[in-house]
């Protein structure tokens, strides 16, 4: 346990690091409540805290923090530039056609996915804390967007959430509540994860067999699949499941060990050409089915489904639509908004959880600053949504090649985002001949590699219980949705937190020490209100298994704090074996346990003991007028403890 100063350091420490209104806020009660100055004088104080944040602010140590930017650009060169050119052109290639084809999973036209690619590589250049994260659509953002772009038949929806999604980040961030990302456990994560790839390869099935309907969710594509199946396109089939084993081929390239130290020349060129094109599978198999489309279409034939025109140039730079209409009808902002519900506040929770994975995941030997990572993805949504963008993520596919390509620093954002507006302003006459067969299967297979089926044998082996929220979610994501599931996951997760702390364990033992019997109670964890009748219960029926005159000694050491509940509790415990004339001695509790349990009841201190050994306390509860002695000390020290625990 720390001690009093340190602890008064620490909380100096983050005090210095509120944010600007948090500071004005806590100057403006201090004044209020505490000194019960003058309006004139409140003003002065909250005047003076506002200065004060505002020269932290212009502290180099925040600076750095909220631009990471000036870390590295001082110590950039003409070496590291290179590199993070190839990494950058390298990334491109991947993500070029990844964001057409995540446009198809949001409902949106192919143009919408390279929209959404390359303002948030600019953003990130100089919020972004993490070399290797790469910031833009991703299939979990688009599966996310789908409902409501498909029901309302408006890519304005989509924009506008791209933007509120951004907001709902910085505001998270601004009032430091990042961490209720960590209420999301393991297995729920795991769940949800595999669920969400499942519902975005599902969604596929009617583009990869070129077959007719509606329907993006678990359910809706499988029974679109069957009422459709006689529909099946055998050409489109064919490109789909070709296109998918090719990407699984390529994925292994890389794996190729040609780069060892003791290989030949040729054997480390041969090695780096093959991981190059495992990292451009993408776009070559892109690439080969534009070919075909175009050289069958040249020939009068059709046999594939290609995407069409798509809206050449780059896209209007302004304000996300506020308004719009749909269905023939004009909607205002209180309209749009309303209709996204609580995706308001999963598609943000979810992106940054995301985003934050993505980043562990390559932050080797480095610390990941999530709350850093929290603004960087909020403000690259937001300015993204100028551009016609749908909301973004952390992308772990486009990550690890960054990774794989040696990027140094975030400049790298620099080159992918110039090659995305290279490609929307010369190339995109060309990506009408995308067959959907082909965008389906660079879909399929990118999402069935995040399937966690390794978690299940891990979660056996380990502990078996969380398999329960790990299915709960998964069954729920695929059977009502992923906002919804990802929600049942989290309560069930927070269901057996509360039991745990509503029944915590409780070791009861029968001891004899130098022929004294002792029933020694040792709860294993902290107390809090749920528990404080089962605790009371659970030592009151071991007495009553004991004669009258065993001491009954509740060891605390585990419990740190206690509540009013808890104190009452075992107020009433006290109470109750005076009736059966049993002694009971509440050894080793903290000091704020016994303040509390005085504040129910004075008398209460003569019941707690400090010391060193049980052997020490027995001595001492052994004689007839232990209670009366101790009462005798208690009232003399109670004055200064109590003063010592207030200024604590």
């Given at each position: 346990m720390?001690?009093?100063?340190?602890?008064?350091?620490?909380?100096?420490?983050?005090t210095?690091?509120?944010?600007?209104w948090?500071?004005?806020?806590?100057?403006?009660?201090?004044?209020?409540?505490?000194?019960?100055?003058?309006?004139l004088?409140?003003?002065?104080?909250?005047?003076?805290?506002i200065?004060?944040?505002?020269?932290?602010?212009?502290?180099k140590?925040?600076?750095?923090?909220?631009?990471?930017?000036?870390?590295?650009?001082?110590?950039?060169?003409?070496?590291?530039?290179?590199?993070?050119m190839?990494?950058?052109?390298?990334?491109?290639?991947?993500?070029?056609?990844?964001?057409?084809?995540?446009?198809?999973?949001?409902?949106?036209?192919?143009q919408?996915?390279l929209?959404?690619?390359?303002?948030?590589?600019f953003?990130y250049?100089?919020?972004?804390?993490?070399?290797?994260?790469?910031?833009?659509?991703t299939?979990?953002?688009?599966?996310?967007?789908?409902?409501?772009?498909?029901?309302?038949?408006?890519?304005?929806?989509?924009?506008?959430?791209?933007f509120?999604?951004?907001?709902?980040?910085v505001l998270v961030?601004?009032?430091?509540l990042?961490?209720?990302?960590?209420?999301?456990?393991?297995?729920?994560?795991a769940?949800?994860?595999?669920?969400?790839?499942?519902?975005?390869?599902?969604s596929?099935?009617?583009?990869?067999?070129?077959?007719?309907g509606?329907?993006?969710?678990?359910?809706?594509?499988w029974?679109?699949?069957f009422n459709?199946?006689?529909?099946?396109?055998?050409?489109?089939?064919?490109?789909?499941?070709?296109?998918?084993?090719?990407?699984?081929?390529?994925?292994?390239?890389?794996?190729?060990?040609?780069?060892?130290?003791?290989?030949?020349?040729?054997?480390?060129?041969?090695g780096?050409?093959?991981?190059?094109?495992?990292?451009s599978?993408?776009?070559?198999?892109?690439?080969?089915?534009?070919?075909?489309?175009?050289?069958f279409?040249?020939?009068?034939f059709?046999?594939?489904k290609i995407t069409?025109?798509?809206?050449?140039?780059?896209?209007?730079?302004g304000?996300?639509p506020f308004?719009?209409?749909?269905?023939?009808?004009?909607?205002?902002?209180?309209?749009?908004?309303?209709t996204f519900?609580?995706s308001?506040?999963?598609?943000?929770?979810?992106?940054?959880?995301?985003?934050?994975?993505?980043?562990?995941?390559?932050?080797?030997?480095?610390a990941?600053?999530?709350?850093?990572?929290?603004?960087a993805?909020?403000?690259c949504?937001?300015?993204?949504?100028?551009?016609?963008?749908?909301?973004l993520?952390?992308?772990?596919?486009?990550?690890?090649?960054?990774?794989?390509?040696?990027?140094?620093?975030?400049?790298?954002?620099?080159?992918?985002?110039?090659?995305?507006?290279?490609?929307l302003g010369?190339?995109?006459?060309?990506?009408?001949?995308?067959?959907?067969?082909?965008?389906?299967?660079?879909?399929?297979?990118?999402v069935?590699?995040?399937?966690?089926?390794e978690?299940?044998?891990?979660?056996?082996?380990?502990?078996?219980i969380?398999?329960?929220?790990?299915?709960?979610?998964?069954?729920?994501?695929?059977?009502?949705?992923?906002?919804y599931?990802?929600?049942?996951?989290?309560?069930?997760?927070?269901?057996?937190?509360?039991?745990?702390?509503?029944?915590p364990?409780?070791?009861?033992?029968?001891l004899t020490i130098?022929?004294?019997?002792?029933?020694?109670?040792?709860?294993e964890?902290g107390?809090?209100f749920?528990?404080?009748?089962?605790?009371?219960?659970a030592?009151?029926?071991?007495?009553?298994?004991?004669?009258?005159?065993?001491?009954?000694?509740?060891?605390?050491?585990?419990?740190?704090?206690i509540?009013?509940?808890?104190a009452?509790?075992?107020?009433?415990?006290?109470?109750?074996?005076?009736?059966?004339?049993?002694?009971?001695?509440?050894?080793?509790?903290?000091?704020?346990?016994?303040?509390?349990?005085r504040?129910?009841?004075?008398?209460m201190?003569k019941?707690?003991?400090?010391?060193?050994?049980?052997?020490?306390l027995l001595?001492?509860v052994?004689?007839?007028?232990?209670l009366?002695?101790?009462?005798?000390?208690?009232?003399?020290?109670?004055?200064?403890?109590?003063?010592?625990?207030?200024?604590?």
């Amino acid at each position: 346990m720390q001690n009093h100063s340190s602890s008064a350091t620490n909380a100096g420490h983050i005090t210095r690091k509120m944010d600007l209104w948090y500071v004005c806020f806590a100057a403006f009660i201090t004044t209020y409540d505490l000194s019960k100055r003058t309006p004139l004088e409140a003003t002065n104080t909250v005047t003076s805290g506002i200065h004060i944040e505002v020269s932290e602010m212009c502290t180099k140590e925040f600076v750095h923090r909220r631009f990471p930017f000036t870390r590295w650009l001082p110590q950039y060169n003409f070496s590291t530039l290179v590199q993070d050119m190839l990494a950058g052109l390298t990334v491109s290639l991947t993500l070029i056609p990844q964001s057409i084809a995540y446009a198809e999973i949001a409902g949106l036209q192919p143009q919408y996915g390279l929209f959404s690619s390359f303002m948030s590589c600019f953003v990130y250049i100089f919020l972004g804390s993490c070399k290797d994260i790469t910031i833009g659509p991703t299939a979990m953002m688009g599966i996310m967007t789908n409902p409501f772009v498909v029901q309302n038949d408006n890519p304005d929806f989509a924009v506008l959430l791209c933007f509120l999604t951004g907001c709902v980040m910085v505001l998270v961030g601004l009032l430091r509540l990042g961490f209720l990302v960590e209420f999301i456990s393991l297995p729920v994560t795991a769940g949800f994860i595999s669920a969400a790839a499942i519902t975005i390869a599902s969604s596929q099935l009617k583009g990869l067999f070129g077959i007719k309907g509606s329907g993006h969710s678990f359910v809706e594509s499988w029974a679109n699949l069957f009422n459709n199946i006689q529909d099946t396109r055998l050409g489109d089939m064919t490109l789909g499941v070709c296109t998918i084993l090719l990407l699984l081929i390529g994925r292994k390239l890389k794996d190729f060990d040609g780069g060892r130290k003791n290989s030949s020349a040729v054997h480390r060129l041969i090695g780096k050409m093959l991981w190059m094109i495992s990292i451009s599978r993408n776009s070559i198999v892109v690439i080969i089915g534009m070919i075909l489309a175009y050289m069958f279409e040249s020939k009068g034939f059709k046999p594939f489904k290609i995407t069409g025109e798509i809206e050449e140039g780059l896209p209007p730079f302004g304000l996300p639509p506020f308004s719009t209409v749909s269905h023939n009808q004009t909607l205002n902002f209180d309209d749009m908004a309303s209709t996204f519900g609580t995706s308001l506040f999963s598609i943000p929770f979810i992106s940054f959880l995301e985003t934050v994975a993505t980043a562990k995941s390559f932050s080797t030997g480095k610390a990941v600053d999530a709350s850093q990572e929290l603004y960087a993805l909020g403000f690259c949504n937001i300015m993204s949504s100028f551009v016609r963008s749908f909301p973004l993520s952390g992308s772990f596919s486009r990550t690890a090649v960054n990774n794989g390509s040696g990027v140094k620093t975030p400049l790298g954002g620099l080159i992918t985002g110039a090659m995305v507006l290279m490609a929307l302003g010369l190339l995109t006459s060309t990506f009408a001949y995308i067959p959907k067969a082909t965008l389906a299967g660079v879909i399929i297979s990118a999402v069935l590699s995040i399937v966690e089926l390794e978690m299940v044998p891990l979660l056996w082996q380990t502990k078996r219980i969380d398999l329960i929220p790990m299915a709960v979610t998964f069954i729920a994501c695929l059977g009502i949705g992923l906002d919804y599931g990802m929600l049942l996951g989290i309560g069930v997760n927070l269901v057996f937190i509360l039991y745990s702390a509503a029944r915590p364990e409780v070791q009861v033992r029968n001891l004899t020490i130098e022929s004294r019997k002792v029933l020694l109670v040792i709860p294993e964890q902290g107390l809090v209100f749920p528990a404080a009748e089962y605790i009371r219960d659970a030592v009151f029926r071991s007495c009553l298994m004991t004669e009258s005159n065993v001491i009954v000694v509740v060891e605390g050491s585990n419990i740190h704090q206690i509540d009013s509940t808890v104190a009452k509790n075992m107020t009433m415990l006290v109470n109750d074996l005076k009736i059966r004339n049993q002694k009971i001695v509440f050894w080793n509790w903290k000091h704020s346990a016994e303040v509390v349990c005085r504040g129910i009841d004075e008398k209460m201190s003569k019941y707690f003991s400090y010391e060193d050994s049980l052997e020490s306390l027995l001595q001492e509860v052994a004689t007839e007028s232990w209670l009366a002695a101790r009462d005798n000390n208690t009232n003399g020290t109670q004055k200064t403890f109590l003063n010592n625990e207030s200024n604590v």
